[in-house]
T-cell receptor, first 115, second 117 residues
């Protein structure tokens, strides 16, 4: 079955530490990939997306992600986290073969950054 | 940028009553909107795809007679939870995708917290 898996459910880091959140998907064919962030009490916001081209994608707030097709992965990274990065992070996949445009989300990762 | 307005932001209703949630794209047109349900500390589960001028497409396991979706215009989709029960209490989120222009992804509403008592 098609699915999106985020390995880390809850991550706790100190400020200035580096971050990497894993995301793997199990779709065949061409996909579009997204990372969203949900700050406490707020709606989902797009961090970055990958459609095609350079597999290293840079997003807002210093985040980046690398698409590795052979590993079906799209891991999110940030070299130095801040307390304000405390939030819920969701990886999402859109399969272009389905033509519905629907996004399927991973389980989410709660990031807690300690000051 | 694209903005999606969702209303109400929270609602409390009695068991057995129906509740309507609205999702509006404020500055763009959307032929397709999506409705998600999010349980506490969990991910967004896609409930259905709302298509302007046609029937919604429901995900497996979602009761279409219970969660009525209407997408009457290019800027408005509504989700009605009929005969609500406490187990329907959840956070409902809509998202919309622009009809034209650069495909920059999806814009999400701020969500509706439904509590059925």
């Amino acid at each position: 079955a098609q699915s999106v898996s985020q390995h880390n459910h809850h991550v706790i880091l100190s400020e200035a530490a580096s971050l990497e959140l894993g995301c793997n998907y199990s779709y065949g064919g061409t996909v579009n990939l997204f990372w969203y962030v949900q700050y406490p009490g707020q709606h989902l916001q797009l961090l970055l997306k990958y459609f095609s081209g350079d597999p290293l994608v840079k997003g807002i707030k210093g985040f980046e992600a690398e698409f590795i097709k052979s590993k079906f992965s799209f891991n999110l990274r940030k070299p130095s986290v801040q307390w304000s990065d405390t939030a819920e992070y969701f990886c999402a996949v859109r399969s272009l073969s389905s033509n519905t445009g629907k996004l399927i989300f991973g389980q989410g990762t709660t990031l807690q950054v300690k000051p | 940028g694209a903005v999606v307005s969702q209303h109400p932001s929270w609602v409390i209703c009695k068991s057995g009553t129906s509740v309507k949630i609205e999702c509006r794209s404020l500055d763009f047109q959307a032929t397709t909107m999506f409705w998600y349900r999010q349980f506490p500390k969990q991910s967004l589960m896609l409930m259905a795809t709302s298509n302007e001028g046609s029937k919604a497409t429901y995900e497996q396991g979602v009761e279409k007679d219970k969660f009525l979706i209407n997408h009457a215009s290019l800027t408005l989709s509504t989700l009605t939870v009929t005969s609500a029960h406490p187990e329907d209490s959840s956070f409902y989120i809509c998202s919309a995708r622009p009809v034209t222009g650069t495909d920059y992804g999806y814009t999400f509403g701020s969500g509706t917290r439904l509590t059925v008592v």
